[in-house]
Nanobody, 119 residues
Framework: QVQLVESGGGLVQAGGSLRLSCAAS????????MGWYRQAPGKQRELVAG???????NYADSVKGRFTISRDNAKNAVYLQMNSLKPEDTAVYYC?????????????WGQGTQVTVSS
């Protein structure tokens, strides 16, 4: 069974920084794309940042220049460094990984971690 476990959320003042971490564990053969999504109250879940197995990245326009996604393939982990945080970044952040496990390729999600930015 595959699990994605996130950590690093919390409460921070506007202009501050947080670093989110997500580690995948279980019967994993390989991981392709990994990413971070977020969902604010009353809004749809949206892609924040994504990274391929080769290290290519993409970002939502709203976070470009402030957030940085990275991954450690040896640890099956993905990270999100969030700087210059704004109140509108407040949301539950979810880790996502497209991976091959037990001959099945599918998308897995973490349980989510709350990020709250106060003004």
């Amino acid at each position: 069974q595959v699990q994605l476990v996130e950590s690093g959320g919390g409460l921070v003042q506007a202009g501050g920084s947080l670093r989110l971490s997500c580690a995948a564990s279980g019967s994993i053969f390989s991981i392709n794309d990994m990413g971070w999504y977020r969902q604010a109250p009353g809004k749809q879940r949206e892609l924040v940042a994504g990274i391929t197995s080769g290290g290519s990245t993409n970002y939502a326009d709203s976070v470009k220049g402030r957030f940085t996604i990275s991954r450690d393939n040896a640890k099956n982990a993905v990270y999100l460094q969030m700087n210059s945080l704004k109140p509108e970044d407040t949301a539950v952040y979810y880790c996502n990984a497209d991976l091959l496990s037990r001959s099945r390729f599918r998308s897995y999600w973490g349980q989510g971690t709350q990020v709250t930015v106060s003004s």
